[in-house]
């Protein structure tokens, strides 16, 4: 089984969703028909995630569930140590997907102190399924030699009509590695694109909807948030948004390679 065969590809991003506030957000979002929740140690919202599923009353089975592993993480004997917290936190015995949220900064420390301890974390049950963020095709190959082929499931990394990241996201999905989408629909930045614009007229939709409907259509996942009811809804509701071929088409054209998140210690992007 790969990660593609049970993650489903709309979830609910918690970046921010904190306090009760973020509980009762990721409530609605479950409610709605979201199945996955992404979280991250440094985003400090495991716990709601975690209380969220509790109250929401499904099964743990029925809720994919996705943590990073902050980069301050990353010493020696840390990785492991760190999930546990993380599970401990959550309240579950396991997460579906945890990944290296960033590669370490400035290339610090070696790809292997980090990446090998979160396979033997696989190995050791405390997670499904293991991944990477923000890594590069360098850093991917250079991670398929370490830990092996097919072992790395997941990159997450941002990606919109804005930002297309074409090279890297043909490089996953031609090596089996999934591809999530953050920032998936630009905090609103979208809403002025002529293009979108127009495809979203003729489908009576909103830009949002287009955009997430864009990258589900090119086979990836995206994870959305919000904390209005009405925007979690309508989010949840570009699954049933169908894009012709050209309006695909139309889309690729508008990629303008506008980066949000690029931290001065960060990678060298492809």
Not at 29 to 38: P, S
Not at 41 to 52: I, L
Not at 88 to 100: A, F, K
Not at 235 to 250: D, K
Request: net charge negative.
């Amino acid at each position: 089984m790969n990660v593609q065969d049970v993650m489903p590809k709309m979830g609910f991003g918690t970046y921010g969703r904190q306090g009760e506030a973020g509980i009762e957000a990721m409530l609605f979002a479950l409610e709605t028909g979201y199945r996955h929740l992404d979280t991250a140690q440094s985003y400090n919202t495991e716990a709601e995630v975690g209380e969220a599923v509790r109250r929401s009353g499904l099964g743990r089975d029925a809720v994919f569930l996705t943590t990073k592993i902050s980069t301050e993480n990353y010493g020696e004997g840390q990785v492991i140590a760190s999930l546990r917290r993380s599970l401990e936190t959550m309240g579950v015995e396991q997460v579906d997907l945890t990944l290296l949220h960033w590669p370490s900064p400035n290339g610090h420390q070696p790809l292997a102190s980090y990446l090998l301890p979160l396979a033997e974390a696989q190995d050791m049950g405390l997670t499904r399924f293991i991944g990477v963020s923000n890594f590069t095709i360098a850093l991917l190959e250079e991670a398929e030699r370490l830990a092996g082929t097919g072992r790395i499931a997941n990159n997450q990394v941002e990606l919109n009509p804005h930002i297309q990241n074409k090279k890297l996201a043909s490089y996953c999905l031609s090596k089996g590695i999934s591809v999530t989408c953050y920032q998936p629909i630009a905090h609103g930045r979208l809403a002025d694109d002529s293009v979108l614009r127009d495809i979203a007229r003729r489908h009576d939709a909103s830009v949002e909807q287009v955009a997430l409907a864009f990258e589900l259509a090119k086979g990836y996942a995206a994870i959305p948030t919000s904390s209005r009811h009405e925007r979690i809804r309508s989010n949840f509701e570009a699954l049933r948004l169908s894009l012709s071929e050209g309006e695909i088409a139309r889309i690729e054209t508008i990629d303008k390679n506008r980066r949000a998140i690029d931290p001065a210690w960060g990678p060298e992007w492809d």
